[in-house]
């Protein structure tokens, strides 16, 4: 009779993994093509397995599954999962009453479609519309030092909302007024992790989140924002913001060339 031992197990284990990461990789290039190339291969295979534990800790085990969700961390996010913007996503993958992954799968394909058709648009324009405006928006008008204290904050919070919605209205409709004082009040919070406190600096911090997701400065898609935000050798607030407002302006560029 054959015996397979457990290491013969976990090599045809191995090789399936690889096999399956393969595909994903191939999958991407095909259904990402601007996403991958930027990337290049390498991030990519980092991606797909850094996104591949995450849906296996939601119970999304399959191919299916885990196709899905590394889908949606290419049009939502890598933090799609618990993005505050997004609170259908968390609390589908959270539900403890779902112990079917297939249905899982298809509420979770059906509110990420739904969502992406009203905000981004059926072929990703209302996206394409927003990342034009954003060229156009003046910053040169936001202070690059004064800090934004408590009892400037509510013209500037005025201010914030007229920018947001005039750079992508159907995320500002879709989150609401609420969703919109929320988002403000956390990007502001989390831009003080890097020093971030300035007109100049919360606003380009925010118009990030608004438009990648809630988890963009750690999204390993935008490696490169990450590495500004982090960069120890980059002592001036200023010098900070500058870097990330033109590295996006570089890559909003390439996008549409």
């Known amino acids: ?108 394909y059906e509110e990420s479609m739904n969502y992406y058709y009203i905000v981004a648009g059926a072929d990703g324009e209302n996206i394409d519309e927003a990342l034009r405006r954003i060229q156009s928006e003046r910053i040169d008008g936001l202070s690059a030092s004064r800090v934004v204290s408590e009892d400037m904050f509510r013209d500037f919070d005025l201010q914030l909302k007229m920018r947001l919605k005039r750079i992508f209205p159907e995320k500002y409709e879709y989150l609401g007024e609420e969703g919109v004082i929320k988002l403000i009040q956390s990007g502001i919070e989390s831009a003080k992790k890097y020093n971030m406190t300035t007109e100049r600096g919360i606003f380009v911090y925010l118009v990030m989140m608004f438009i990648l997701g809630s988890g963009f400065d750690t999204d390993l898609k935008y490696y490169w924002i990450k590495e500004i935000l982090t960069d120890e050798e980059i002592t001036d607030q200023s010098q900070r913001v500058d870097k990330l407002y033109d590295n996006a302006m570089v890559r909003i560029k390439e996008r549409f060339s």
């Open 1 to 108: 009779m054959l015996e397979i031992r457990k290491e013969q197990m976990d090599v045809f284990g191995k090789i399936a993994a690889k096999r399956f990461e393969d595909q994903m990789v191939a999958y991407i290039e095909k259904s990402f093509p601007k996403a991958y190339i930027a990337l290049k291969e390498d991030r990519v295979r980092e991606i797909v397995r850094y996104e591949w534990e995450k849906a296996k800790g939601y119970g999304l085990k399959s191919e299916r599954g885990v196709k899905l969700y590394i889908s949606l961390t290419f049009l939502l996010g890598s933090g799609f999962d618990t993005d505050f913007q997004l609170p259908w996503a968390e609390k589908i993958l959270k539900d403890e009453t779902i112990s079917d992954e297939s249905v899982k799968c298809d509420n979770l």
